[in-house]
């Protein structure tokens, strides 16, 4: 299944339970926390200052 930008992360983790690594890796270290829960992927991106196009393609990859 192909990870988009508007995927929310907690689903993203059940999904690819890879995508943790690469998030940790990125500088999303939070992921359990509760924003976790309810934030997209393009949300979480940017309050970490993260390229969102970037992250996708490593978790696409």
């Known amino acids: 299944m192909q990870i988009t930008k ?3 992360i907690a689903d993203i983790l059940k999904i690819n ?3 943790a690594r690469i998030l940790m890796e990125s500088g999303m270290g ?3 926390c509760p ?3 309810g934030e997209s992927l ?3 991106a940017a309050v970490h ?7 996708l393609e490593k ?3």
């Open 42 to 44: 393009e949300d979480a």
């Open 6 to 8: 508007d995927m929310i």
């Open 30 to 32: 939070c992921l359990g």
């Open 59 to 61: 978790l696409n990859a």
């Open 35 to 37: 924003s976790s829960q």
């Open 17 to 19: 339970p890879n995508a």
């Open 49 to 55: 200052g993260i390229d969102v196009n970037s992250l």
